[in-house]
Nanobody, 122 residues
Framework: QVQLVESGGGLVQAGGSLRLSCVAS????????MAWFRQAPGKEREFVSAIRGSGGNTYYADSVKGRFTMSRDNAKYSVYLQLSSLKPEDTAVYYC???????????????WGQGTQVTVSS
């Protein structure tokens, strides 16, 4: 079972940037498709981005395309999410996830981190 630990959240002004990190345990990480989701208070968990283990293809929600960049470093068992041009509506708890059970954008994954809070002030 993969275990995930996120870090890097915080409070930032609109237009600012943050870099989220997620460190995974488990020797299968290299083959794992990884994703970031977010959940704002009172809202459902929504897909943000995903990256394949093989080939490293990335996918983004329309709401973050061009502002967020997901990457991975297999040697460090880590994935990252660079958040730029942040907006107040990006405020949410951001979760790292591993190994989707179905479509990438559906929050059904085999492993989840505990989440890291991102707050964007206007």
């Amino acid at each position: 079972q993969v275990q995930l630990v996120e870090s890097g959240g915080g409070l930032v002004q609109a237009g600012g940037s943050l870099r989220l990190s997620c460190v995974a345990s488990g020797r299968t990480f290299i083959r794992s498709t990884m994703a970031w989701f977010r959940q704002a208070p009172g809202k459902e968990r929504e897909f943000v981005s995903a990256i394949r283990g093989s080939g490293g293809n990335t996918y983004y929600a329309d709401s973050v395309k061009g502002r967020f960049t997901m990457s991975r470093d297999n040697a460090k068992y880590s994935v990252y999410l660079q958040l730029s041009s942040l907006k107040p509506e990006d405020t949410a708890v951001y979760y790292c996830a591993a190994d989707p059970r179905t479509e990438l954008s559906v929050p059904l994954y085999n492993a989840w981190g505990q989440g890291t809070q991102v707050t964007v002030s206007s």
